[in-house]
């Protein structure tokens, strides 16, 4: 029984010793991180990847690795980039088209700022770190920028095709992709490289060691990686662009298309330049052509609202209208207040006999811009078709109100008093026409005629 206790109060000593020592040292770390986020934040960068139009295609996270501006980020957030724009915790912006080492596998990538700025920079960590180790992720996950993450590694695994790969509880989001992961010394351990979707604590990154054997491909420019070719090749293609931008700008389509289609010949990934082929073949009421070209667009990142309602109305055009309500559809998910949206997918529900539905866009379309006129005309076609005419009449007012030099909807009034047999509202609305278009007036004479003398027979009865 002696024994027993003796064991058991050296084992509660032992116990003690360790939590004593343990818990400050636990205790210190926690106290060290806002001084290490402090450390590291500086030299953690937000990448913005933009393509050959204006609207970014992509972001993602990299750091300065030394004082001379190159950024370490993953090779994917890169794809594609024909620049990318780098900005600081500061806010300081830079830009980088330029990219000086790849490794595929591994999926990382060397690029450089154009500036000659000296860079805080973060030192790697070649070491494997051990199971357990605590570390920190400084990224700009969904966009926010300058996100910090904590968790520990908690495997360190071989992955065929890749090779050795750090397993991390510190989260990884998209936005964070490049991000360093450093250790509670500071410095850098690996990159954070990919999550596992609908998978809890599998993130994953790989270590500095691949930064250090990254293979040079030379000082290219992004554009030249990215769409494989020859700087004259670009200039080529940049040229002929603009040559077809000019003529389209200036109301020649045809002249604008013969450009534009040498150009894609040699660079295909253009988005400007295949949205002007839509606009002219539209134009030229070319809408299946119009319809490829958008589509092409959108692919290359060309996804805002403006381009959407352009391919639904080119899918109108074709009279698909099927197809013109999932892009008018796009275009409004894209921008909820797109009155352009909501008067083309009133168009398109129209045209396919969704009355409900035509009139809730129509309605939604006029609150966003009551200056339009489409919609009116829109829903006094739907009146019409119930015979309710006063109602049709009512919105076709508002239209003329809004537009009076329309003479297709001032025909359309004179029309619909022709059939409530109204001869002085029928007469005012032909005055008005005659004053703007004698010729589409002209097409009424025969009935007004036929109202007067009706007017006169039953006045004579």
Known sequence: ???????????????????????????????????????????????VVFGSGEKPI???TGFFVNNNGHVITNRHVIEGAQQAKIITSEGKEYIANKILAVDTSADLARIRIDSNDQTPSLKLNTSVPKVGERVLIVG???GLEQTVSEGIISAVREVPGIGLVYQTTAPISPGSSGSPVISMKGDVLGVATLQVKDAQNLNFAIPSTRVLTLQPIGER??????????????????????????????GNCQEALRFLDRSITINDKNPLVWSTIGDCSRQLQQFD???????????????????????????IGANNFDQAIVAFTNAIKSDPSSADGYEGLCI???????????????????????????????L????????????????????????????????????????????PSAH???????????EAARTFESGLRYLENRGRYQGNQ
């Not at 926690?30 to 953690?44: G, H, K, M, S, W």
């Not at 052509?289 to 899918?315: F, H, N, P, Q, W």
């Not at 006999?353 to 489409?374: F, H, M, N, Y």
Request: glycine letters at 4%.
């Open 221 to 250: 420019l992004l554009i030249e990686w990215s769409t494989g070719l020859s700087r004259e090749q670009i200039r080529q293609a940049f040229e002929l662009a603009q040559e077809g931008l000019i003529q389209y700008a200036a």
């Open 58 to 60: 992509r972001q993602g």
């Open 428 to 438: 005012r609305e032909y005055t008005a026409l005659k004053e703007i278009s004698p």
């Open 380 to 423: 006094a076609d739907l009146h019409v078709k119930k015979k309710q005419y006063d109602s049709a009449i009512s919105y076709l007012k508002r239209a003329v109100e809004l537009n009076p030099k329309d003479t297709r909807v001032r025909s359309q009034l004179i029309q619909l008093y022709f059939v409530k047999l109204d001869l």
């Open 1 to 47: 029984m002696l024994l027993c206790s003796v064991k058991n109060n050296i084992s509660l000593l032992l116990c003690g010793v360790f939590l004593l020592l343990f818990v400050p040292f636990a205790h210190s770390q926690r106290e060290n991180f806002p001084a290490l986020i402090n450390q590291t934040r500086p030299a953690v960068v937000t990448i």
């Open 348 to 378: 398109a529900y129209n045209g396919v006999g969704l009355e409900q539905e035509t009139v809730q866009t129509c309605t939604r379309s006029i609150a966003l811009d009551p200056k339009r006129t489409l919609p009116y005309t829109m």
């Open 140 to 142: 700009s996950p969904k």
């Open 289 to 315: 052509r119009a319809v490829s070209a958008y589509s092409k667009a959108v692919s290359l990142g060309e996804d805002g609202a403006i381009t959407y309602t352009r391919l639904g109305r080119s899918y």
